[in-house]
């Protein structure tokens, strides 16, 4: 069974997003690190102050499994990638709700709203 906060929200594509002071803080699921078993590689598809479109891939990440995209939850701004991951992947299988990937800066923060809460991404997962 997945971790699944309750104070964040979350797409079908699996990505959290928390928000913080307008600007939303994006990392995978817990249900997505463990599909994807071990995370090996992170790579950064665009870089801070590139504009994302909804559901534009930013990222990807690269397990012993396969490669996955990582998707902006809403359109906006890159402010800040988690560098960090580069040298240190596997954090996001240690602790996928710490281990942050990007911060975007929202062109509309009112459409988070429109975004999957705990519930919803439960059921959308099967739990």
């Known amino acids: 069974m997945s971790n699944i906060p309750d104070d964040l929200k979350y797409t079908a ?11 939303a803080v994006v990392g995978i699921t817990d249900y997505a690190q463990d599909a994807l078993t ?21 990222a990807s990440v690269e397990s012993v499994k396969s490669v996955s995209d990582i998707y902006a939850p809403l359109a906006g701004t ?13 954090a996001m299988n240690e602790d996928a709700y ?7 800066e929202l062109a509309d923060v009112g459409a988070v709203d429109g975004l999957l ?10 739990e």
Do not use: C, T
Request: proline share 2%; no cysteine.
């Open 13 to 23: 594509e699996h990505e959290w997003i928390r928000m913080e002071d307008g600007v």
């Open 98 to 104: 710490s281990s942050w990937i990007a911060k975007i």
């Open 38 to 58: 071990d995370i090996v590689w992170i790579e950064f598809l665009a870089d801070e102050g590139d504009s994302v479109e909804d559901n534009g891939s930013f």
């Open 117 to 126: 809460d705990a519930a919803g991404y439960a059921s959308l997962i099967g």
């Open 78 to 90: 890159i402010v800040a990638l988690n560098h960090d991951l580069q040298d240190a992947p596997e």
